[in-house]
């Protein structure tokens, strides 16, 4: 079982930029492949970025593509999520996610680990 745990988001203006963490414990952490989504207000929640096991192949929702990275320390049981060139559309609560596997997956029924998430609110 792997527990999830986000921080770094916050308040910032359009245009800045971001970087989450979401620290992982339990057991074998490089066995995982990790994801990032968010959910706004009213809305459903929505993929952010993915990537597998080794950090070496990621995918973006098409929103965030050259804007956001992600990226991973296994040897920190951290994934991380830059964020830059932020919009006001980019406001919502971001959830890290966790699922064993040897790819990356991008469907939130994926995944079968959650962070509690943190708020980023982006603001014009």
């Known amino acids: 079982q792997v527990q999830l745990v986000e921080s770094g988001g916050g308040l910032v203006q359009a245009g800045g930029s971001l970087r989450l963490s979401c620290a992982a414990s339990?057991?074998?952490?490089?066995?995982?492949?990790m994801g990032w989504f968010r959910q706004a207000p009213g809305r459903e929640r929505e993929f952010v970025a993915a990537?597998?096991?080794?950090?070496?192949?990621?995918y973006y929702a098409d929103s965030v593509k050259g804007r956001f990275t992600i990226s991973r320390d296994n040897a920190k049981n951290t994934v991380y999520l830059q964020m830059n060139s932020l919009k006001p559309e980019d406001t919502a609560v971001y959830y890290c996610?966790?699922?064993?596997?040897?790819?990356?997956?991008?469907?939130?029924?994926?995944?079968?680990?959650w962070g509690q998430g943190t708020q980023v609110t982006v603001d014009s």
């Open positions: 996610a966790a699922v064993a596997g040897v790819g990356y997956y991008y469907g939130v029924y994926d995944y079968n680990y």
């Open positions: 339990g057991r074998s952490f490089s066995n995982y492949a």
């Open positions: 990537c597998n096991r080794n950090g070496a192949s990621t």
